[in-house]
């Protein structure tokens, strides 16, 4: 098809403004973008659609979320505004471990129902690809069983899933005490299992104070490497384990959250080209007060992703348009840099070079938006209207 009178963000140098602009687009990838005045010939025999000025960004990408999982910690949301704190909740058996009862409980097929809904809200939101991990699970077969509803997301809706093993999550209570036993004896049989199986896209884990340290973590991200997995890590959000640093050196493609990296991180991160994803829904549900370190990334040349971090408990947010302001809001990014981070470099922190720009030969994932600016993104606080999705080449029904 082709695309005509767009305003094209095409992301290649910012932005890449092009007023004006037309799309062709062959089968599932880009074949032609530019100003409607250099529209070569070849195209104009298209089947056109008119955009009526209306923005076209690349379909937006959420790198980081936790879409499967059953139940809700509503109720410690309300105890966290009485005063209790994140780590109090887990350490007290709540957090991630009260996720952890309510998965385990649940039926593949039950957790893909309600799944599924929330993946339509991102979809909403103007996703085209949204990775989505374990560790609610915590036992090698509820890993998979997790993993393998993640699989099938893509199967029943129009969106590509990346999927990514976080068995290194948190210790369970039959663990307690022996990070060390539950990685040896269900994080690393698990990963080994899903590879198998075909399941999963990268690794990622937890490194915290409530969770594990990066000796810990250490064999899980060395079988992971040996098995051709690319690694990424939840890092500094709490304190600073140097986790950043460490999953720098194994080549991680991404360490996310970040509110208390350190400057030898941020080199870190910089010599290995990994990108800091980050996640203003945790930072705002949880009330922290620890910005991370957005002007020494930007200095340093670090690239930043956006992502919801959609969660029962900590972001139960599914909206990264909304992510992309409170980003701008909460943290200082500037809207090219939200959207940036929910395109480009969102792309990259998934390993994926076929899209988040709007160029010939990467993959036809588009956003159509009731916008003529892209900073209109970011600055309505999540109702900036999606018109359409283009999805593989296809209009959304």
């Known amino acids: ?26 089968g599932d990838r880009i074949a032609w973008a530019g100003p409607m005045s250099a529209l070569p010939a070849a195209f104009r025999a298209l089947p056109a659609q008119d955009c009526d000025g209306r923005l076209v960004t690349p379909g937006l990408i959420d790198c980081h979320t936790h879409a499967v999982f059953a139940g809700h910690r509503a109720v410690e949301f309300e105890l966290r505004l009485k005063g209790a704190s994140y780590e109090d909740i887990a350490r007290a058996g709540g957090g991630i471990l009260s996720t952890v009862t309510a998965t385990r409980a649940t039926s593949e097929d039950d957790l893909l129902a309600l799944a599924l809904p929330r993946i339509d809200q991102l979809i909403a939101s103007g996703a085209t690809t949204v990775e989505v991990k374990s560790g609610y699970g915590l036992t090698v077969e509820d890993e ?6 993640a699989r099938r997301i893509g199967q029943h809706r129009p969106v590509a899933v990346r999927v990514t093993h976080l068995a290194a ?44 340290s990066v000796e810990e973590l250490r064999p899980l991200f060395t079988e992971a490497r040996a098995l051709g ?19 720098a050196g194994h080549g991680a493609l991404s360490a996310d959250h970040l509110e208390y990296l350190s400057s030898e991180g941020i080199t870190a991160m910089a010599a290995a080209g990994s990108v800091a994803v980050i996640l203003p829904g945790a930072f705002y549900t949880l009330r922290e007060s620890q910005l991370p370190p957005i002007a020494a990334l930007r200095a340093a040349g670090v690239p930043m992703a956006v992502a919801t971090d959609l969660n029962p408990g900590s972001s139960p947010m599914a909206s990264l348009t909304l992510a992309m302001n ?27 070079g076929d899209r988040g720009r709007i160029a010939p030969g990467l993959r036809a994932d588009l956003a159509l938006w009731e916008a003529d600016h892209p900073a209109e993104l970011s600055y309505r606080i999540g109702a900036t209207a999606l018109h359409q999705r283009i999805y593989g080449g296809r209009l959304d029904a």
């Not at 767009?6 to 602009?21: E, F, Q, R, S, V």
């Not at 980003?327 to 390993?351: I, K, S, V, W």
């Open 1 to 26: 098809m082709l695309l005509t009178h767009a305003t094209l963000a095409t992301m290649n140098d910012g932005y890449g403004l092009i007023p004006d602009a037309a799309l062709a687009l062959e």
């Open 326 to 352: 409170m980003a701008c809001t909460l943290f200082r990014l500037t809207p090219e840099e939200a959207l940036l981070g929910t395109t480009a470099h969102a792309a990259r922190a998934l390993g994926l």
């Open 144 to 149: 998979l069983k997790m993993l393998r509803v």
């Open 229 to 247: 997995l690319p690694v990424k890590l939840h890092a500094e959000q709490l304190s600073d384990l140097g986790g950043a640093a460490f999953a």
């Open 169 to 212: 999550h948190a210790v369970p209570p039959e663990f307690k005490g022996d990070a060390k036993g539950y990685i040896e004896n269900i994080a690393l049989p698990s990963l080994r299992a899903a590879h198998a199986e075909g399941l999963i896209d990268a690794v990622d884990a937890f490194c915290e104070t409530i969770a594990f």
